[in-house]
């Protein structure tokens, strides 16, 4: 409820005549060669925001990082990189280009700045500060703007410079969400707290080691919890199950075996894949078979959940009101193991349809939906990979908390 009430700020705010420092997180994938972007999704999220405050009549300092360089200024990590696609997004808002996002530069271009204009900073993390929160570097990065707007939600789990420290600097009236921030923060808060049951979570990905906390929390909430990607094969073993080579984390048997009677007790019903799509080596071209997950002969290996188990696991999505998915089936990458992540897909957007309730979250479902052409099929693609993990895991997100305390 509360989240509520502080995010209706933004909408209402005039940005007439003012200069809004906007924390966006255009952390995109960029092509190694000649740095195009390959995939602009969380640039265009950001849009509404810019376009909003443009409209007022205010004026608009993106800033951001961009990988993760260890060691200063690096021309892999350079912003410079989305100007010409940026440009073409903003079309006719001109967008300037400061080489450093503090010093003389950036504090000459953001005071000329007209209403409309957008200026671009280089790369926050060109700057160690950033990262190791220092609270001077937040407040040169303070001075640049008028208002604070931090609409980077998939940056809103880290307790960086630019995401929760510099909010101190701006008075409670003069900092807020932005659109992409409210509305990803509106669609997880729908799922954790307030999901029409069935409630189902789907977990993939390769790591049970990755996923403990956000099973913990979801045994709290889900009504099924569906297991798949390389993470089910250590669930498989834990109950004795043959997995071949399959990828095993053997120290997290126990755990596994924990979570289990854990959702056992409280009613949550887990669903391991049926069955696996095979390969006999981790390669595109190796050759495949199928077998009961619990099943799987010595030289094999699952890398995707095999067809029995695609019909298993629609089942229990087509009858689910709300639905949450992070991390993919299988090695969706490759042609030959894909068809488990395709499945899921085609349910999860059927179940939509039907009128349930479906956000699927974390870099490489989102890849997948994008990839199989369901975004729009599904009620809301999150643009957070460890944001939207650490959400689900129950965490307060420092990005969040630094404005609404
Ligand atoms: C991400 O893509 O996960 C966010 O942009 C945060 O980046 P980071 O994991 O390097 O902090
Ligand atoms: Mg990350």
Known sequence: MFYFFAMSAFTTFHFKGLRALVRVDFNVPLDKQNFT?????????????????????????????????KSGPEDKSSLRHLIPHLSALLKPATVHF??????????????????????????????????????????????????????????????????????????GDKK?????????????????????????????????SDKILILENLLERATDIIIGGGMAYTFMKAIGGQIGNSLCEADRLELARDLLSKASQKGVNIHLPYDSMLADQFDAAANTNIAPSNQIPDGWMGLDIGPEACKQFAEVILRSKTILWNGPMGVFEMEK????????????????????????????SVAAVNQFGFADKVSYVSTGGGAMLEFFEGKQLPGIAAINN
């Open 37 to 69: 972007i390959r995939d602009d999704n969380r640039i265009r999220a950001a849009l509404p925001t810019i376009q909003k405050i443009l409209s007022d009549g205010g004026s608009v300092i993106l800033m951001s990082h961009l990988g993760r360089p």
């Open 98 to 171: 400061a080489n450093d996002c503090i010093g003389s530069e950036a504090s000459q271009l953001a005071a000329a700045l007209q209403p409309g204009e957008v200026l671009l900073l280089e790369n926050l993390r060109f700057h160690p500060e950033e990262e190791q929160g220092d609270k001077s570097f937040a407040e040169q990065l303070s001075r640049l703007g008028d208002v604070y707007v931090n609409d980077a939600f998939g940056t809103a789990h880290r307790a960086h410079a630019s995401t929760a420290v510099i909010a101190q600097y701006f008075p």
């Open 176 to 208: 807020m969400f932005g659109l992409l921030m409210e509305a990803e923060v509106s669609a997880a808060e729908k799922v954790l707290h307030r999901a029409e049951k069935p409630f189902t979570a789907i977990v993939g990905g390769a790591k049970v």
């Open 337 to 364: 193991f894909r068809n488990g992540t395709l499945a899921i897909a085609k349910a999860v957007a059927d179940a939509t349809a039907q009128g349930a309730y479906s956000l699927v979250g974390g870099g490489d």
